[in-house]
């Protein structure tokens, strides 16, 4: 159905220019508003997270190509992947949140989690970070 | 009367009639030997009048403004009386100010989320349950940034009140878990059941369209986009295509979104559904749903809706959408008591009504199977008999003043 990547530098208007990209393969792909709305809600958190963490809101030195966003839709599956080669590579897994700090960061997996039904979180060849989020289509989410 | 619970509440009680503000009703009149004050806390400037008559044992209801910069003068948390206990019932922010006013007087805090707030910015509902638009929501430029900041807004003010909170309970075990997800203590952490008015329990269970009626499919909600009003258009004038005899009903108030409102009439009638679909505006669902064949609602986000449990404990099948608390309810030890549906999808919510429209027997045994679930687990005094023992247990923990 859909399997594409784009290559984008690590600043906030390509992150906007990267989720039009894939709303766009994401309706053409006959994605439901449901998942379409997903979608859109998750790579704004990834994206804008790797741009202001990984990367700490200034893009480096790599000729534009800081983030790689692959995107796959099959009959019944959509499959982001967002690969980095920043610093701040995020923890393996959601934190436990600290109650005793209900006011500080740690929302973005979690919330991720929430939109998704898989999220893994790997460590790149060498350096950077491998995002994978998995959402299965068209089913219900009590 | 002493203040034995302060309620501090958004977007309800006493101004709106809907669920939440239902259940606080049930509350205060199930514990009359408890005084009660009410912190409603106000985003506008428009004085309200109350939706619903006071009984005697609510001693005070303060509207607090949450928006200190704004002139006029309304009252601050320190106009608060002191209380026992503060109780906030979250649809959103009311977990902070109850845990700051909890803090300041030094007494236990009881925090209630009915839905998750912060799962319904996500979930794109253009409505919160308090009846608040999230900010930024209807700039589409915006609109996943803004979004996901107040869904993080949401789940950080909701932490504060787990942090503070010496117990924190919810309606439904998909929302239990949601909140432990977020960092609720199991241990502090309990699900409390949902209850009807005693009326919906008595008598005879409920007789359904007349001999020789079509079908009656009842939607009973508040007219606004959570509800996904337009989505039950949609399904009556498939149900329509297929049962010409059919009629509709949506039971609720027109004038909470006027806009959304407005628009619904005007799709009724381009669907020309205006024969078959009857809006009632604000009335006693009462005799709709004695009359229904099925209650239905087509939420895009619900708790544990009152809706369904009046239909249950008539002895109504119910249609309901697979969201929040309603798999809960419909499934059970006594057997189903509907249909589950997906949300937002009118054919499927049509599919339903069809169905059970067709089918005697299965409509029979669905109204029994609710009707003895809501009896058993649903009935008018669950809640405040709840809420007495999560009282008594916060002011034990606390131990003597």
Known sequence: MVDASLTLAASLAEVTRARAWALEQARAAGLGEDDVFALELALAEALTNVVRHAYGGQAPDRGGEDIVLGLRVDADELRITVTDWGHAAPPAQAPEIDLDEPRTGGYGLFLLEQLMDEVRVSPGDGEGTILQMHRRLGVDRP | ?401
């Open chain 2, 1 to 401: 009367m002493t203040i034995d619970v302060t309620l501090v509440l958004e977007g309800t009680y006493p101004y709106v009639t809907g669920g939440v503000s239902t259940w606080v009703d049930g509350l205060v009149r199930g514990l009359p030997d408890l005084g009660f004050a009410v912190v409603h806390l106000r985003d506008e400037e428009a004085p309200r009048r109350a939706a619903r008559a006071l009984p005697a044992n609510v001693c005070l209801v303060l509207d607090v403004d949450v928006d200190p910069e704004r002139p006029g003068g309304t009252a601050g948390l320190h106009d608060v009386p002191d209380g026992a206990v503060v109780h906030a019932l979250s649809s959103g922010t009311a977990a902070v100010p109850g845990a700051a006013l909890a803090r300041a007087r030094g007494v236990p805090l009881v925090l209630t989320e009915h839905g998750l707030a912060w799962r319904e910015a996500l979930n794109g509902t253009g409505e919160l349950e308090s009846g608040r638009p999230p900010a930024g929501a209807r700039r589409p430029a915006a609109r996943a940034e803004a979004r996901l900041a107040w869904a993080r807004d949401l789940a950080a003010m909701a932490r504060t009140g787990y942090a503070e909170a010496t117990a924190i309970t919810t309606v439904c075990s998909a929302n239990a878990r949601r909140q432990r997800r977020l960092g609720a203590p199991a241990a502090r952490s309990a699900v409390t059941h949902n209850g009807v008015a005693a009326r919906w329990l008595q008598g005879a269970p409920a007789a359904g369209p007349g001999a020789g009626e079509g079908p009656l499919f009842v939607l009973v909600g508040r007219v606004v986009p959570i509800k996904d009003t337009m989505g039950f258009l949609e399904a009556a004038r498939l149900v329509l295509d297929a049962e010409p005899r059919a009629r509709f009903a949506v039971v609720g108030p027109l004038d909470q979104d006027p806009d959304y409102a407005g628009g619904c009439l005007t799709r009724s009638a381009d669907l020309g559904l205006e024969a078959a679909v009857r809006f009632t505006g604000e009335a006693d669902p009462c005799p709709w749903v004695a009359a229904a064949t099925a209650v239905v609602l087509s939420s895009v986000s619900e708790a544990q809706p009152l809706a369904l449990l009046e239909a249950m404990a008539s002895g109504v099948p119910v249609v309901a959408p697979r969201v929040g608390g309603c798999p809960e309810l419909v499934h059970g030890a006594e057997g189903d008591a509907g249909l589950l549906t997906v949300p937002g999808d009118p054919m499927a919510c049509a599919r339903a009504m069809l169905r059970l429209a067709a089918d005697d027997g299965l409509r029979a045994r669905m109204g029994a199977a609710g009707r003895a679930r809501a009896g058993r687990r649903h009935g008018p005094h669950v809640v405040p008999s709840a809420y007495r023992r999560v009282y008594e247990r916060a002011l034990a923990d606390r131990g003597p003043a």
